[in-house]
Every structure is written in C-alpha cells, then in structure tokens.
C-alpha cells in the first residue's frame, strides 16, 4: 500500500549511529539508575533528542542539557550539513528541568530533514557540547506520496520497567525498523503512581528485573518527581534511537497523574500526601510539557501554557485530531444521568472538535483518543472511568456527549473518520453500526485499539451495545496484568495509499507478526 518499502535508509542509519554514539553513557546494565548530572566540561544532550508536531511546513525540536546551556538547531536536506540553516532556541535552565524546545517553520514539504542539536555555554558561546543528530520527514504536499504512521500507548506500567535480560523497550526497536512517517502515542506515557521494584518473580518462577532510579521507587508527588518518570522511559537506548529518527504526536491521559483521575478528585489513598488531584495534575501537566514537544502546550517562564487538544494536518491526506478525555471531564460516576453536558471532553473541546471536523478537508480524519468508546472500562465496584457503561440501552452519562458528536459527523457529510486508541492494555478491533445500536443516528465506523507498548497485559473488556460494536478481531491475554516476558507487547499500524487513498489498518504483535489488517475506502461518510 504504501509508497516506501520498511527500514531505514543509509542517510538515517547514520544518524541512528550518531545519536547512540552521543548518548553511550546510558547502559541497561545492572539495575542502573539516572547518571548525575556533571559538574564540569562542557554541557551535554546524554538524554537524546525527538521532534514532535510535525507539518509540511514545521516541527519542534526537543533536548535537555545536563547544565545551562542554550540550545541552537541546524538543518540541512543532506547529513553534510552544508547551507544549512541555524534556528537559535531557548536558554536551558533548572526552570525547566533543563529542557527546552525550538520551533522549525519555513521546511520544504516532503522532504528528509537532518537536523543536529548543539548546547553551548550561556557565559561563553564558543565553548559547546558535541552535536547530537537527528532526522524526520515532513508531512507532504502531495497526496500522491502517501503517509504511513504507527501508534500504541502504555509504557513503563504496573512494575514491568526497562529489564536489562530482554534488551529494553523491544517493540520501539520495531516501530523503528518500519520507518514510519511518525508515531502517535495515545496516552499513558509514563506511570507516575507505578513504583518499580528491583525484580519480581513471575508466576513460572524467572525473575523479571527492573532498570530503577529514586523518582521511581514512590508515587510521584512533587513536580522533580514527575519529571523523573519521563527521564526514565529516555534511559532505554530503544526509545532514544527511536526518538532521533520518527517524529511524535503525544497525548495524555490518567498515568501521567495517577489513575483514573479526573478534575477536582480528593485522594483516599494513603501513599500520597498530597490529596488535591488538581494539584498533582498542574505538576504533571508541566513536566508533559518539558518532555514533550508539543504544539500547544509549552513551558515557559517556569509555569505550563495552553492545552492538550490539537489538531496536527499531516498533508492532504491526513488530519490528526488529538483529544483530551482527561482534563475536562465530570467526576468518574455509574454514568446513569440523563442529561450530561460536561461529559469526557468538556463543552468547549466539543465544540472545538464539531468545528475543525467541519473545517477538515484531508481525506482521513483520524480521531486519536486516549480512551475507547464502547469498552466498558470501569473505575472500582461502581463507577465508569471511560465512556460506555455497560447499560446497553439509549446514550446516558459521558455517552451523550459521543452520541452528538456521532451525529454531528453524520449530518454534516464529515468523510473519512476512525478511531484510534489504546489504553486497555490489548489490541482489538471494532465495528459500530447504527443496525446494531440502541443509538441510531449515526454513521458506521471503525475503533482500532493497541498497546501496551512497555507494560502489563490485561483480559479483554466487555462491549456496551449503545453504539453497536462489533469486535471483529482481539488479542488478549487471559489473566491480568501479564509481564511483557510472557506476553507480546503490541502497536498498530497505519497506512494510507498516495494512488487509491485507501487506508489499511495493522494491528502488530513485537515480533513482527500481523495479527490483523483491514482495508477502508476513502470518500465516505461511514464504512
């Protein structure tokens, strides 16, 4: 289907070697834990780089510094570097951990971008660490040139961390050996209220061992404790080679906080000593932002601005509408009201969505959220932590909110739309169709579910017949929370024709294997 053959090309392989050579101070050894940032020499990017957001025309570029440092990025169309162009960023300082991100605009559409990081000393611009490398394509111009992306969800979850004896975070090492346009991570990026043990004997008697660091052995709490959970995943070599050559486009949902939170929660949970949520979240929500490039979320002057929620064009045939099914939802509850206007996205977010939906003219509308819709995905012995509910009868709670939207798409004429998500901890297709639903006045779709990518495997959930799903394939493990040495981990994969405009649907197993693939037709309102 698509336009490329999978794996890197001789240009990325060298920068894959470039970014690795740059960063050989991380090893996977032992039960190893965060190097201690230097006190002398010149700064260094030990942690990798990544770019996020990317467009036809734009991307941010992504570093942290070991010391104060500003950040300068070159770009260039070849590896040589030369007439390339130099984009000054940020000053890097403790205000943000160190980080910083810088904007790239005015980029050739369609094109290989090479791109080095540089930190120089602030007190003496001469005196600079050694370049760290990387690369990514821009979205097209065309249609014809086609797109191919993969994502999942769900890494460094319930005490499955970077284990050492298994080479790491494997199944990023897959993704990037397709060479995928770039990679949609669909929430729970981190585990902030996952602690990591040392080892943990599996049910067969091996020993399964954990790469750990002090932020990772509590809750976290405090705002240097959050950022240590994204550091961690930025230890395993996998995600860093992978990160230097395939783009991102990041969401959120509970982990990144603690789970199943929602706005306004007080904590009955004796491992925090802080019980306002909301507090948690505003630290969380500021170490996302210093971690993660993100187009509309930055961290600046020491505090975090903007919103998750976003729509990322990727060319003409592709919009990428990133929701945000956390920061503005109601308290997690049966889910049984009548009348429920707040639901999972909030007011505002709705109407947002109705109206770039509208405004779309790609030929795929790829709806990435951060939890599925018909999965009843419960919170304790009484309440919903996602939408479905389990009553198989007329939308109630946060179902309201989808069923207008679902009606939105439908009577607006809006083309090309389907779900991704991942967030359940197994990979699953399903078909809704309104012959099949309580709820009628709709459109069919399709909802494709993957992940873990790095974590714990559960048993499959049940199916609320609201909207009439259809789970036409799934993988699943039988018991819960099966370790990644027992279990594959998985991630999906998408690719869109630049000829026939067709988009094909995998869903992967680490391994290599193709569990599934379903082909859907461009120009229709349902399919």
């Known amino acids: 289907m698509s336009h490329r053959t999978p794996g890197p090309s001789p240009a990325r ?98 094109e290989q971008i090479h791109y080095r990081v540089t930190l120089a000393d602030p007190d003496d611009p001469r005196r600079t660490g050694e370049p760290v490398v990387g690369t990514f394509r821009t979205a097209p111009a065309r249609r014809r040139d086609g797109v191919r992306f993969v994502w999942s969800g769900d890494i460094a979850g319930q005490g499955w961390g970077i284990n050492p004896d298994i080479g790491g975070f494997r199944a990023y090492e897959e993704m990037r050996r397709l060479d995928p346009d770039f990679f949609l991570c669909s929430g729970d990026t981190i585990y902030a209220d996952g602690p990591l043990q040392p080892s943990v004997t599996l049910p067969d008697g091996r020993i399964w061992r954990n790469v750990t660091t002090p932020e990772k052995s509590k809750v976290a709490e405090t705002l240097d404790e959050y950022r240590g959970n994204f550091r961690y995943n930025l230890l395993d070599h ?7 050559q395939v783009p991102s486009i990041v969401q959120w949902d509970d982990h990144e906080v603690r789970n199943n939170w929602y706005p ?26 210093e971690y993660f490039p993100v187009s509309t979320l930055h961290a600046r002057g020491g505090g975090a601005e903007g919103r998750m929620h976003r729509v990322v064009r990727y060319g003409p045939l592709l919009d990428v509408f990133v929701l945000d099914m956390r920061s503005y939802r109601n308290a997690n509850s049966p889910g049984r009201q009548a009348d429920d206007t707040t639901g999972i996205l909030g007011e505002g977010q709705l109407a947002w969505l109705k109206r ?3 405004r779309s003219r790609a030929v795929w509308k790829v709806l990435a959220a951060d939890m599925p819709l018909g999965l009843v995905v419960p919170d304790g012995a009484a309440n919903i932590e996602a939408i479905a509910q389990g009553d198989p009868g007329v939308p109630l709670g946060r179902e309201l909110q989808i069923a207008e939207l679902l009606r939105f798409v439908k009577h607006r004429g809006i083309t ?17 169709a309104p012959e099949r639903a309580a709820f ?5 779709f399709w909802e494709f579910v993957s992940g873990p990518l790095a974590a714990g495997g559960f048993p499959a959930n049940k199916l609320d017949a609201t909207f009439g799903p259809e ?27 630049g000829g026939s405009g067709e988009l094909t649907v995998r869903l992967r197993a680490e391994g290599g294997t193709v569990l599934f693939s379903k082909v859907l037709q461009p120009g229709r309102v349902g399919q």
């Open 440 to 444: 009628q006045d709709f459109a069919p």
């Open 356 to 358: 770039e939906l509208s």
């Open 416 to 432: 090309g739309t389907l779900w991704l998500t991942a967030d359940v901890h197994y990979t699953s297709a399903q078909h809704y």
């Open 238 to 244: 996998n995600v860093r080679a992978f990160n230097a």
């Open 264 to 289: 306004g929660q007080i904590l009955d949970d004796p491992r925090y000593t802080e019980k306002d949520v909301d507090v948690l979240a505003a630290r969380a929500t500021r170490a996302f932002g």
């Open 471 to 497: 789970r036409v394939f799934v993988r699943a493990p039988e018991r819960a929370n099966v370790s990644p040495m027992e279990s594959p981990q998985y991630f999906g994969e998408v690719d869109i024709d």
């Open 13 to 110: 392989r060298s920068v894959l070697r470039g970014s690795l050579a740059a960063s050989a101070a991380f090893t996977l050894g032992g039960a190893a834990t965060a190097p201690a940032l230097a006190l002398s020499g010149r700064p260094r990017a030990a942690w990798g780089v990544q770019t996020g957001d990317v467009t036809a025309s734009s991307g941010l570029v992504w570093v942290r510094s070991d010391r104060p440092a500003r950040m300068i990025v070159e770009t260039s169309a070849s590896e040589s570097f030369r007439r390339g162009r130099r984009h000054y960023g940020p000053l890097l300082g403790p205000g943000s951990d160190f980080t910083g991100t810088t904007a790239l605009r005015g980029l050739p559409a369609g």
